[in-house]
């Protein structure tokens, strides 16, 4: 069972795209991305994600990288609860939420301190 920390550490974590934390300056390197393409959706991580999940603690990146690894190994799971608790700030509605966490997985992975 999945605990609320633990989709409390997942909405942190997305809140670099979420249409009610980012700011004009990222907006505007996150518009005209497809959410729906992987190419675009590692381009937001790059731009976004990346250089805010480096400056967690090295805890809290590791809390954060076990929280997505819980929820992707849930074959079911389809983060309902996570995406009802933000709105992303793609053009774009997303339409595969466990492909578009996966992207994010695999590209944190290898940053984690």
Known sequence: MKSRKEIADLVSLLKVFDVNFVNDEDAAQLSGLDVNSEADVRKAINALLIPEFVRYLPASQGRMLESLRAYLSDDAEEFSELFDRIELAFDE???????????ILDALEPVKN
């Open 93 to 103: 509605p997303l339409v595969d939420r466990r492909s578009f966490m996966s992207i």
